[in-house]
């Protein structure tokens, strides 16, 4: 049965550093997907952060953490990884996978996400 894995949630300290992990079990493969990361805060709307689309490995960073966050993908083990460093309070919230069918497309809205979504992970920052 498909479903979306994830774990690397945590708490840091501002500066700190976590890696999410993602894998596609049972599931269609990287290659015809799209697949990425959105996150929400507390109070807040459900927001994209980063995404691969296939073919050709078109990635897409949200404004926010460019330079501080990088995609990575691993199509032997369907996975797709967030390495987040330099992490501010402002990175706090529930992080989702996504796993969208249509894999030209990297919603920037999650109500246009057609796929399925994983559980989400909790990453805190604070002092």
Request: aromatic share 8%.
């Given at each position: 049965q498909f479903a979306l894995v994830?774990?690397?949630?945590g708490s840091v300290q501002p500066g700190g550093s976590l890696k999410l992990s993602c894998s596609a079990s049972g599931g269609p493969k990287l290659d015809d997907t799209s697949i990425g990361w959105f996150?929400?805060?507390p109070g807040k709307e459900r927001e994209a952060v980063s995404c691969v689309s296939s073919p050709g490995g078109s990635i897409r960073?949200?404004?926010s953490v460019k330079g501080r966050f990088s995609i990575t993908t691993d199509t032997a083990k369907n996975a797709v990884y967030l390495q987040m460093n330099n992490l501010q309070p402002e990175d706090t919230g529930t992080y989702y996978c996504m796993m969208g069918y249509n894999p030209w497309l990297c919603p920037s809205d999650p109500k246009n996400v057609v796929g399925t979504w994983g559980p989400g992970t909790q990453v805190t920052v604070s002092s």
């Amino acid at each position: 049965q498909f479903a979306l894995v994830v774990s690397g949630g945590g708490s840091v300290q501002p500066g700190g550093s976590l890696k999410l992990s993602c894998s596609a079990s049972g599931g269609p493969k990287l290659d015809d997907t799209s697949i990425g990361w959105f996150r929400q805060a507390p109070g807040k709307e459900r927001e994209a952060v980063s995404c691969v689309s296939s073919p050709g490995g078109s990635i897409r960073y949200a404004n926010s953490v460019k330079g501080r966050f990088s995609i990575t993908t691993d199509t032997a083990k369907n996975a797709v990884y967030l390495q987040m460093n330099n992490l501010q309070p402002e990175d706090t919230g529930t992080y989702y996978c996504m796993m969208g069918y249509n894999p030209w497309l990297c919603p920037s809205d999650p109500k246009n996400v057609v796929g399925t979504w994983g559980p989400g992970t909790q990453v805190t920052v604070s002092s």
